[in-house]
């Protein structure tokens, strides 16, 4: 990424967007100010576009030290009512929902409206009831992307249930983590998932998991239809136990600041943080959030390629659109297969108009070259996204100027799981764009950027990414250790938000992320904590110690670059490499197999001890030739050893 942006970098907003925009750069420009300077009302007036069985009368109370967030406390409401019910109720029930396009190209295309999506999610919600499910419990979701993902989450908000979604490429191991952490007594998944051609067994990863963390109940859909075992007692078809539950669920009111979900991601330490997000502030955030930044209009298409086991899924596939009435497709599959045109196909096939996927799946496409995405009549698209990894310009300017024949708008939205919804972006319409910046804050949104000391800094300048003021959409603690989530988040620069992410201001107030500062790696989009990836490894008996790094990889954004040393008597080998390999995966999940095994005799240790993760970085990063001061080391000859045997050359 370039430090200096001149003008040319610039591309304007395009006339299409000007002519239809909802919110023209003067509007932002006001609607901003009002966002700060009159935040409750302006907050107030957003909330209602929403239904609240008691409207809110308390806006914004929150403080960052001590830490205590609340949004619209004494009202109360329901997201899954308002997502779905609302619509019904206004007359909009013959719209359609949710497109869902099946892993296999010539698959059956399914089609659900608003009347259809609010059936199915009483359906569930009653069979979830029927199977001993009640408000404030937790019920963690492992389903692949089909409809009754976002089925399941809906009818937990329906009755006040707290979902934990699990992405699907997680291990048994992982599964069983997140069940215990957060003492869930039911599961929700499915025979098997697809993608790409590939079955996932997920009921049997579902049996693995819960030999370690036990449940009560286990829901399973029918998808594929393999013959999977079914525990006695335990384990219900979907099929079979929603048969003859009532046609009629009236949603629970709840407090706003009731939990509605707690969705897992990696931190700088090994244990994955359970964020807790509450109801009202996140079902405000995600519809006003999804309505500026993609400025959807009744009728259009819209499709998030997420999973629904990431934030971005739930906000922006699940909550979001459905909460502003839009027609929202799910895939199942995966880009490159059958082929490497696949996106653009199913593109061209439903007529998609705004479209939202990740840099690193638009530079796996780009390198398969422009033919896949010409051949295809991509002309309904009036809207490109991305989000989860900073976008090299390079592949800014392809996705604009191939996928978007340089014609629609393309908003690179950041945000964090943390955050609950995009809180940089440019807005469509008002926004000249930068290929590389994420560009503009949204209404409420307070960014400082602050130097190593914790001083704000002014103007243009480049140091880390803190936020000020509380929006709706915070998460409100780390569930079942509030404790941590202070550490974590208000401890590094007191009475602000830390992000964990590097950034630049640039003299037009441009904000340029420029990836994480701490020691959490971003792999295709999926946030890793090398300490995770470490703890996996040290599990295996012929391993003394690892010390994990991210290193710059052309395709999926960063790699894994793992330094292992193993006890005394132990000799390094193929199959050893294979085996830890292997290890990681069953540990964590495929998404973690490390790319790099490094056997060293020993880490580079400072001389009380702490490894020098710098040194490590640069040597994965096959750039030795400025390690900086070595001096400190314990053993600094180590440091040829490990040059010379580096693997990213
Ligand atoms: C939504 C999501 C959050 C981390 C975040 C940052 C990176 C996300 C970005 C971006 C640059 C963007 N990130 N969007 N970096 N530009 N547009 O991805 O949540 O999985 O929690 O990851 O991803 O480093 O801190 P999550």
Request: glycine share 10%; net charge negative; hydrophobic share 35%.
């Amino acid at each position: 990424m370039s430090d200096t942006v001149t003008t040319a970098d610039t591309v304007p907003v395009p006339a299409s967007a000007k002519e239809r925009t909802g919110c023209t750069l003067e509007q932002y420009d006001a609607m901003y100010r009002r966002s700060i300077e009159a935040s409750d009302a302006f907050w107030t007036e957003q909330a209602r576009r929403l239904d609240w069985f008691r409207a809110p009368t308390t806006i914004a109370e929150w403080s960052f030290d001590p830490v205590s967030i609340k949004w619209f406390a004494d009202g109360t409401l329901n997201i899954c009512h308002n997502a779905v019910d609302r619509h019904v109720n206004a007359g909009r029930g013959d719209t359609v929902a949710l497109i869902f396009e099946p892993d296999d190209p010539d698959g059956a295309v399914r089609r659900l409206t608003y009347a259809d999506l609010q059936r199915e999610t009483i359906r569930m919600a009653n069979t979830l009831r029927k199977m001993g499910v009640a408000k404030g419990d937790r019920v963690t979701i492992y389903m692949p992307m089909i409809p009754e993902g976002a089925i399941a989450m809906l009818a937990c908000a329906r009755i006040g249930a707290v979902h934990s979604v699990i992405f699907g490429g997680f291990s048994p191991d992982a599964i069983a983590g997140r069940i215990e952490d957060c003492a869930s007594d039911w599961v929700v998944t499915a025979d098997e998932g697809l993608r790409g051609s590939k079955t996932i067994p997920l009921k049997a990863n579902v049996d693995a998991a819960l030999e370690k963390a036990p449940a009560k109940a286990v829901l399973v859909i029918r998808h594929t239809g393999a013959d999977v075992s079914m525990k006695d007692g335990r384990d219900h078809w979907y099929h079979e136990l929603s048969e003859g539950v009532s046609e009629e669920c009236p949603c629970e009111a709840m407090s706003a600041e009731d939990p509605l979900f707690i969705l897992y991601t990696s931190g700088s330490t090994g244990k994955p943080k359970g964020l807790l997000h509450t109801t009202g502030g996140y079902a405000v955030w995600t519809e006003t959030t999804f309505r500026y930044v993609f400025d959807y209009r009744p009728g259009e298409i819209y499709w998030c390629t997420a999973d629904i086991g990431w934030v971005t899924g739930h906000s922006y596939i699940v909550y979001g659109p459905l909460q502003a009435g839009a027609t929202a497709l799910m895939f199942e599959g995966v880009p490159n297969w059958p082929d490497h045109d696949r996106f653009w196909a199913v593109c061209a096939k439903h007529k998609v108009n705004i479209f939202y996927t990740a840099p690193t799946a638009i530079r796996a496409l780009m390198r398969e070259g422009a033919g896949h995405v010409t051949k295809h009549d991509l002309s309904s698209l009036r809207l490109l996204g991305t989000v989860g990894e900073p976008i090299n310009p390079e592949a800014w300017r392809w996705y604009h100027d191939t996928v978007g024949k340089g014609e629609v708008p393309v908003v690179d939205t950041w945000w964090q799981t943390e955050t609950g919804g995009i809180m940089i972006t440019t807005l469509p319409g008002a926004h000249p764009m930068k290929p590389g910046s994420a560009g503009r804050p949204f209404f409420g949104v307070c960014p400082e950027i602050v130097d190593a000391d914790g001083e704000p800094i002014e103007g243009a300048g480049s140091g880390n990414l803190c936020i000020t003021r509380s929006w709706p959409g915070q998460a409100r603690t780390v569930y079942g250790d509030h404790e941590r989530f202070v550490q974590t988040y208000f401890s590094t620069y007191a009475g602000k938000y830390f992000t964990g992410d590097g950034c630049r201001r640039d003299e037009d107030g441009y904000y340029w992320i420029t990836g994480r500062v701490d020691d959490v790696i971003n792999v295709s989009g999926h946030r890793m904590g090398t300490a995770e990836v470490e703890s996996a490894l040290v599990l295996h008996p012929k391993v003394a110690e690892a010390a994990v790094v991210g290193f710059p990889h052309d395709i999926k954004g960063q790699g894994i670059y793992c330094y292992v040393t193993l006890i005394a008597g132990e000799e390094p080998s193929d199959d050893l490499a294979e085996e830890l390999r292997q290890q990681v995966r069953k540990e964590i999940g495929p998404i973690a197999t490390p790319d790099h095994l490094h056997f060293t005799p020993a880490l580079p240790k400072t001389r009380s001890g702490k490894i020098m993760r710098r040194i490590l970085r640069k040597i994965a990063e096959n750039d030795y030739s400025s390690l900086g001061d070595t001096s400190t080391l314990a053993d600094p000859s180590l440091v040829d050893g490990l040059i010379e045997g580096r693997l990213n050359r």
